[in-house]
């Protein structure tokens, strides 16, 4: 055990080491004070110019930026979950004082209002300025600072669309009140609850109370997933939670996986349709508009095959040839779904053309030339 957790602990701090971090200070007008944000790129943005990124944002980032940013540049680096922009506020200091709240009415009062307005109106659009930003945001946090973060739910629209809850110290009433915003939400959310079997007694027995409740919200806007981590502690359950909330809350961007591939291509009407969707759900969630993997091409075109659906693989040549026109993907999709159906002429000339391009997965030039000939042998051409 002690092995296995050495081996994370040292492959979170060497993809650490290899991505972009940023230490910013703001100064804050409301808070009247400096605040230090830790900011840590995707690998390759300056690079990438033309492209934007979701946010995480993580309270208590004196301590829980590091296993956030870890397992955020793990995951995309596998493209797990897409390359994120983690933003880390410095609390050390300040943490009672961000997350006041006031004793009759259980909202933020005092400095815990001018927190409030701190991130929602300073730090959110000093990223937007200063960084290439989607508007797809998550927050994250860890018992008062993940009871604080509620508050931003209670906004319409609300500021956050991901919510990673871990052992909330909740609020008197934050349980009335989180349950009824979830349940009339009107735009997409993501909201991730963790407790343990040790963790603090106090803040564990309303957690599960919390869970229970949230089940029962009917609201197809609402993405829930609850842990109960066994044999985790307060502290413990963070490292085991954070991978599991952003496995759950990326899981449409991942890609096609052999069970997705039997469970829902497969089964479904249009393979073809159903890659363009979950695409098309991607970008509308997260705001990204990322070209469609090779692989995803080759598990919906195997899908086509198996239901001899060859409209439906000509429409995926004519999207895979504007993606990739330097490759023969596209042709040779389209050069099958000719073969296919019944127009061996243009299907050997397709076959040819392919010939000329790039080489893609297991799309060779004797491929190509293989197909073109046996069409020549088949109908003396």
Not at 169 to 194: N, S, T, W
């Amino acid at each position: 055990m002690k092995t296995n957790l050495l081996t994370l602990i040292l492959c979170i701090y060497s993809v650490l080491a290899s991505s972009q971090i940023d230490y910013k200070e703001i100064q804050s007008e409301i808070l009247g004070t400096a605040r230090q944000l830790k900011i840590q790129l995707p690998r390759n943005y300056d690079e990438n110019i033309e492209k934007s990124y979701p946010v995480i944002v993580v309270m208590d980032g004196d301590y829980l930026f590091e296993p956030v940013a870890g397992n955020v540049d793990y995951y995309s680096y596998w493209e797990e979950m897409p390359q994120v922009i983690v933003v880390g506020i410095n609390q050390v200091d300040s943490r009672d004082d961000d997350t006041f709240y006031d004793d009759v009415s259980n909202l933020p009062s005092d400095t815990g209002a001018s927190f409030f307005e701190f991130l929602g109106l300073e730090v959110m659009p000093y990223l937007d300025e200063n960084y290439r930003t989607s508007t797809f945001r998550i927050a994250v946090g860890h018992d008062m600072t993940a009871n604080f973060m509620n508050y931003y739910l209670m906004k319409d629209p609300a500021l956050f669309q991901g919510y990673i809850s871990l052992s909330p110290d909740l609020a008197p009433q934050m349980e009335e009140r989180l349950v009824a915003r979830l349940g009339q939400a009107q735009q997409k959310i993501f909201y991730y609850l963790a407790t343990a079997s040790d963790d603090i007694s106090v803040l564990r027995d309303p957690i599960i109370q919390l869970d229970a409740q949230i089940k029962q919200v009917q609201n197809e806007n609402v993405q829930y997933t609850f842990d109960n981590f066994d044999g985790a502690t307060h502290y413990s359950l963070v490292g085991r939670a954070i991978p599991k909330a952003l496995e759950n809350m990326f899981s449409i961007y991942r890609p096609i996986s052999k069970k997705e591939y039997k469970e829902k291509i497969l089964p479904s009407e249009s393979p073809f349709n159903y890659l363009i969707d979950k695409y098309a759900t991607v970008k509308t969630l997260f705001g990204l508009d990322d070209p469609i993997r090779v692989n995803d091409f080759i598990a919906t075109s195997t899908a086509l095959e198996k239901k001899g659906d060859w409209e439906g693989l000509e429409e995926l040549g004519k999207v895979a040839r504007k993606q990739y026109p330097e490759t023969m993907l596209g042709n040779y999709y389209l050069a099958l779904s000719l073969e296919k159906s019944g127009e061996p002429k243009k299907a050997m000339r397709a076959y040819q053309n392919a010939f000329l391009l790039e080489e893609v997965s297991f799309l060779t030039k004797d491929l190509m030339l293989d197909r073109a000939d046996q069409i020549k042998q088949d109908f003396g051409y």
